[in-house]
């Protein structure tokens, strides 16, 4: 069963003749990216089917085009590749610490979780 994306953003009934409703698609108010210190990273350790392992950071607020910059940083860093997708920077390989390291090196805040 899927279920359907709501067009009205949660929203059910309104009598406001004023209230400006984005339609999907349109794109909104670009979202500014916090400074680094108000940021509150988690560094993941994930497991890919076939056995490969890569690090994932979550919980960027920001621009994409900042959250790709911290991506190049943190691959640079590590000497590996790695992508930005949907929000995540992630780096192949068990980087956690090195990772971090270059985190908390450049102002965010950040600790490691999952387990």
């Known amino acids: 069963m899927t279920r359907k994306k709501s067009t009205n953003s949660g929203l059910v009934y309104s009598t406001d003749k004023t209230l400006d409703i984005p339609t999907p698609g349109e794109p909104g108010e670009e979202q500014l990216t916090l400074a680094p210190e108000k940021q509150d990273l988690r560094v993941y350790l994930d ?65 490691k979780a999952g387990g």
């Open 47 to 111: 497991r890919m089917p076939g056995g490969k392992v890569l690090t994932r950071v979550t919980g960027f607020i920001g621009q994409k085009e900042d959250l790709e910059k911290l991506g190049k940083l943190l691959k640079h860093s590590c000497g590996v590749g790695g992508s930005v997708k949907e929000g995540n920077i992630l780096v192949q390989g068990d980087k956690r610490d090195r990772v971090l390291e270059v985190l908390l090196k450049t102002g965010y805040k950040g600790k």
